[in-house]
């Protein structure tokens, strides 16, 4: 196997690979109401494939969320790392409400209890006892709204569910809401030739969390 340098995941700790594999494509399709927010069909052994030719090469980190394929994406990589769990860190999201049988996203929930039924179903998926970083999956959510939300994830912390926790936005003043938080380690961002930010970037050192960019390269652009 080809060795890459690590690196830390923030102030958590956790060694990752520089680079990691995002799992959206390998979900397939699923839909808001006649919306796609899926691709096409996919071939789950040959994601799987993939996924284990990343290992190979050195590829630690795998990036997913709960809604991906309405739950697929979590499952296939469930699939992929049976046997081989303590090799890699996953990180996923939450936020989305979703039908995994029609593929249908319903609405999201921020509520407590919201947030640990889809930690559960995510564990479920996974087929896995813990998520090394759990990140929330809404971009837009209101920074004075957030600290209910942050409080959970520091409780599923504690409790042993999750390592580390971070949020996937673009809006600093969002993120230092997180960051408010000791087990807060990361924060999920656009950055690329046409997307620069640095007041992200600065928080990030600030708090000395991870930067994990969500699009280097501008979705093919």
């Known amino acids: 196997m080809s060795k890459v340098n690590s690196r830390k995941l923030g102030r958590s700790g956790i060694e990752v690979s520089p680079m990691g594999l995002g799992c959206w494509a390998i979900g397939g399709p699923f839909w808001s109401g006649e919306t796609p927010l899926g691709w096409g069909d996919v071939d ?10 990343a290992l190979d090469v050195g590829i630690t980190l795998f990036d997913t969320a709960n809604v991906y394929g309405a739950g697929h994406s ?3 990589l469930g699939r992929a790392f049976a046997g081989i769990r303590s090799r890699v860190i996953i990180a996923t999201k939450f936020n989305a409400v979703f039908d995994d049988t029609t593929r249908q996203v319903t609405g999201s929930d921020t509520s407590a209890a919201g947030i640990r039924a889809a930690c559960e179903a995510s564990l479920r998926r996974l087929n896995t006892d813990y998520i090394d970083l759990y990140q929330f999956h809404d971009n837009d959510y209101p920074a004075k709204e957030a600290e209910p939300v942050r409080e959970t994830l520091e409780m599923l912390v504690k409790e042993g569910k999750i390592r580390a926790y971070g949020w996937s936005t673009d809006y600093p003043e969002r993120l230092e809401v997180f960051a408010m938080g000791s087990k807060c380690a990361a924060v ?31 979705m093919g652009l």
Request: charged share 25%.
């Open 188 to 218: 999920q961002l656009q950055l690329n030739v046409l997307d620069d930010n640095p007041a992200i970037l600065s928080l990030c050192e600030k708090y000395d969390l991870a930067a994990l960019n969500r699009g280097p390269l501008a």
């Open 44 to 53: 789950d052994d040959e994601s799987i494939r993939a996924i284990h030719a």
């Open 74 to 76: 979590e499952q296939v």
